[in-house]
T-cell receptor, first 112, second 117 residues
Framework: AQSVAQPEDQVNVAEGNPLTVKCTYS??????LFWYVQYPNRGLQFLLK????DNLVKGSYGFEAEFNKSQTSFHLKKPSALVSDSALYFC??????????WGAGTKLIIKP | ETGVTQTPRHLVMGMTNKKSLKCEQH?????MYWYKQSAKKPLELMFV???????ENNSVPSRFSPECPNSSHLFLHLHTLQPEDSALYLC????????????????FGPGTRLTVL
């Protein structure tokens, strides 16, 4: 079965520290992977995606994600967290019907 | 702004009411989507339209009825809803629903917060 797992409901990080939001996936064929962010009372905004090529993908707001085929993971990272990064983060993978399968989301809290 | 607008932003309705949610995209995309977002759950894909034709209907109850009159507008008609239908309903669009451009990202509207009493 095709699926996405975000094992942490919430991640707490101090401002200025590096952050990681975890995502693992299960999909048949080549994975197309996405990260989105949702700020309070807003819709989802695209951050970055992996289609093919370099395993390290850079996206908006200084975020990056590393594709690891052997571990079937696509963790979201940022070297230095900002309070404004506090939001809900969703990982998604495109399935064989071209539709997105979503994780349940991870709430990221950055403390000053 | 993402180029996708939704109205109303908030809606409270009784179980016997009929209401409609509206979505409009200004991006020239050919595909539009309705999602249901409940707290601490993955987004649930409800309907997909490609060039105004419905291409996906993920076993959604008939009390939800979509309409796509053209590639820029998408409606979700609601009738005799249940309290468990209370959620944030998100509309999204993308260049294509399938094929070689299907890995392009989706653009989301701000959502309609629906409360069913």
């Amino acid at each position: 079965a095709q699926s996405v797992a975000q094992p942490e409901d919430q991640v707490n990080v101090a401002e200025g520290n590096p952050l990681t939001v975890k995502c693992t996936y299960s999909v048949s064929g080549n994975p197309y992977l996405f990260w989105y962010v949702q700020y309070p009372n807003r819709g989802l905004q695209f951050l970055l995606k992996y289609i093919t090529g370099d395993n390290l993908v850079k996206g908006s707001y200084g975020f990056e994600a590393e594709f690891n085929k052997s571990q079937t993971s696509f963790h979201l990272k940022k070297p230095s967290a900002l309070v404004s990064d506090s939001a809900l983060y969703f990982c998604a993978v495109r399935d064989s019907n071209y539709q997105l399968i979503w994780g349940a989301g991870t709430k990221l809290i950055i403390k000053p | 702004e993402t180029g996708v607008t939704q109205t109303p932003r908030h809606l409270v309705m009784g179980m016997t009411n009929k209401k409609s949610l509206k979505c409009e995209q200004h991006l020239g995309h050919n595909a539009m989507y309705w999602y249901k977002q409940s707290a601490k759950k993955p987004l649930e894909l409800m309907f997909v339209y490609s060039l105004e034709e419905r291409v996906e209907n993920n076993s959604v109850p008939s009390r939800f009825s979509p309409e796509c009159p053209n590639s820029s507008h998408l409606f979700l008609h609601l009738h005799t809803l249940q309290p468990e239908d209370s959620a944030l309903y998100l509309c999204a669009s993308s260049p294509q629903a399938s094929g070689s451009m299907a890995y392009n990202e989706q653009f989301f509207g701000p959502g309609t917060r629906l409360t069913v009493l």
